[in-house]
């Protein structure tokens, strides 16, 4: 029972332009969201977060938006760079539960 | 921020043998975490550390098979115990530092390969 989805394995954006990556969840009681950037042998790096009584949240070229009535939310980076370039996972809890993860996202920022 | 460091960051083993990775946090903890990233695969909790007291597992992973130590706030070791070629993964601890809630960070991973 996969409570967190994404389902785009991959996606490729040129330099410059806006890179939308998407997540999908079951669980309503899901309260907070968060999405972390993985490169190659390296660990999770912690981006950006959003709670569940708002519906945007920016930081920088990073935005997050949250449907909740959807049960949807999404990245936006704008604009993209080549730096970008790595996996992205988004992730859910509920309260002070653990972290569930999606499948992830690699996404590729072409020159 | 902190700085979460993980030894070793990699190693090859033999089949049956157990190895023990190290976390270790230059910040104030309050939670310590171990998970396991199987090749494709996304991010699975093994078990919350619990300082002093015996860890919390999830379900499908067992003591027995990855024991868990946290004898001070700030540091943690995961055996990965009888290992066989399926334990190949990389291993992370993450952290809640102190002053935040929800936010978990990452060490930097053990990669492990078992032949």
């Known amino acids: 029972d996969q409570q967190v989805k994404q389902n785009s394995p991959s996606l490729s954006v040129q330099e410059g332009r806006i890179s939308i990556l998407n997540c999908d969840y079951t669980?309503?009681?899901?309260?907070?969201f968060l999405w972390y950037k993985k490169y190659p042998a390296e660990g999770p790096t912690f981006l950006i977060s959003i709670s569940s009584i708002k519906d945007k949240n920016e930081d920088g070229r990073f935005t997050v938006f949250l449907n909740k009535s959807a049960k949807h939310l999404s990245l936006h980076i704008v604009p993209s760079q080549p730096g970008d370039s790595a996996v992205y996972f988004c992730?859910?809890?509920?309260?002070?539960?653990?972290?569930?993860f999606g499948q992830g996202t690699r996404l590729t920022i072409n020159p | 921020s902190a700085v979460i460091s993980q030894k070793p960051s990699r190693d090859i083993c033999q089949r049956g043998t157990s190895l023990t990775i190290q976390c270790q946090v230059d910040?104030?903890?309050?939670?310590m975490f171990w998970y396991r990233q199987q090749p494709g695969q996304s991010l699975t909790l093994i078990a919350t550390a619990n300082q002093g007291s015996e860890a919390t597992y999830e379900s499908g992973f067992v003591i027995d098979k990855f024991p868990i130590s946290r004898p001070n706030l700030t540091f943690s070791t995961l055996t990965v115990s009888n290992m066989s070629p399926e334990d190949s993964s990389i291993y992370l601890c993450?952290?809640?530092?102190?002053?935040?809630?929800?936010?978990?960070?990452f060490g930097p991973g053990t990669r492990l390969t078992v032949l």
């Open positions: 993450s952290v809640v530092l102190a002053g935040y809630y929800n936010e978990q960070f």
């Open positions: 669980n309503s009681m899901f309260d907070y």
């Open positions: 910040s104030q903890v309050t939670m």
């Open positions: 992730a859910a809890k509920e309260g002070a539960q653990k972290l569930v």
